[in-house]
């Protein structure tokens, strides 16, 4: 059995000249206990000292995601862009506020002119939560014109924001009338529509923008990981007979928050007979030795960065079962072999068709892709099985600074067991760095 304490391997070391002062912190944010900005906490950076990982240094990192917003709209001859996404807030900006609330409670927005002019609508009463953003050049409120907050008055204020957004359109773009939008409600729409604004769509722009990592969104990332394998670790210690399914999942989740992580977009772990099929959320069962148990995290960890792996675990110190220990093998062949076809210049049609097939038998209950970017969530791009490249496949090629998972769920239709296995890994200039170190286990990959 592996050890439940894991710390992957290594080499980078700390540049001394990025080591905190009196007032700044190794990523650059005030060294201000009383700060309103989330962040790591200490234990998560003494955890990275010991590891040699460097921090992101954020405001280096903020300005990157700044400009690339910026080349995209220009590329594309757009004036500017109005985002909704909290998401694509957060790459903008760097700003966070009640993340998951306002993802379906469209209460905050931000326009990006294309000459780099920043606004922000912040949720009433919440202008201190970005005082320490300097790329924003004006917080304003009264972005919200859902039915919630605005009931039968909501055109009237979706016509009031969109004039804003109009005469800033004026002002910041000349005379380009091309506004990207990444998401609105029909009142916007309709708003922006009346005032003669043309509107593209953001989520190309946002996209495209993301895939590619700087230096340090990449730091960010490997900092993630480490703080989310630290927690697993912690979830293994969980694991034990008589402990729910919910009793471990929620050491991932005390894991993410004390290191200063967000929330985690799912729960998916299940354990015995509720791994196949695949998708079951943790719930109240009771976990017994010999039970398999397999887990997604789709966590956002520190910095808001996503880190998405997935391992498959026997609960108690048994040896799998010969059936467990054949799923298991597909699937790390799977991931082990796709996982070498990653370098730049590669199609994503190339990954579907020469990758590494499943058997027949497994094919049917497959995971939905076998790469998908990876960034602030699940990003751009998603490569998909051959089964589903005609219905919803489509074409690009691998870029250094592309973040991608490579997945595999191997579980046969009304079968008992069910495996999850899945890596992130870095396209560099020659090929790929792995990302995640959690082990794989000895027990089912040994004779």
Known sequence: MNSPCFI???????????????????????NDNDRVEIGPTPLAFAEWEQLGLQPPHLPTMRAFRLQRLRDQLVDRGLGGILLFDPLNIRYATDSTNMQLWTTHNPARACFVAANGYVVLWDFHGCNHLTAHLPLINEL???????????????????????????ELLRKHAGNTRRLAVDRIEVAGVRALDALGVEICDGQTVTEHARKIKGPDEIRAIRCAVASCEAAIGEMRQAMRAGATENDVWAALHVGNIRRGGEWIETRILSSGPRTNPWYQESGPRVIRDGDLVSFDTDLIGVYGMCVDMSRSWICGDLEPTAEQKRLYRIAHEHITTNIEMVKPGVRFTDLTRNGHRLPESCRAQRY????????????????????????????????????????????????????????????????YELLTHYPFEESFLRD
Do not use: W
């Open 8 to 30: 992957p391997p290594h080499s980078r070391r700390i540049d001394p000249a990025r080591a905190h002062s009196a007032t700044l912190k190794p990523d650059g944010s005030a």
């Open 140 to 166: 304003r409120s009264g972005a919200s014109f859902f039915y919630y907050e605005t009931a039968e008055h909501t055109s009237k204020h979706a016509t009031s924001f969109c004039a804003q957004v109009d």
């Open 368 to 431: 939905a892709v076998m790469f998908h970017g990876v960034g602030l969530c699940d990003e751009y791009p998603c490569i998909r099985y051959p089964e589903d490249l005609e219905s919803y496949g489509y074409e690009g090629e691998l870029q250094p600074g592309m973040v991608l998972s490579v997945e595999a769920y191997v579980g046969e239709v009304g079968g008992k067991d069910g495996i999850k296995l899945e890596n992130q890994l870095l396209v560099t200039e020659t090929g």
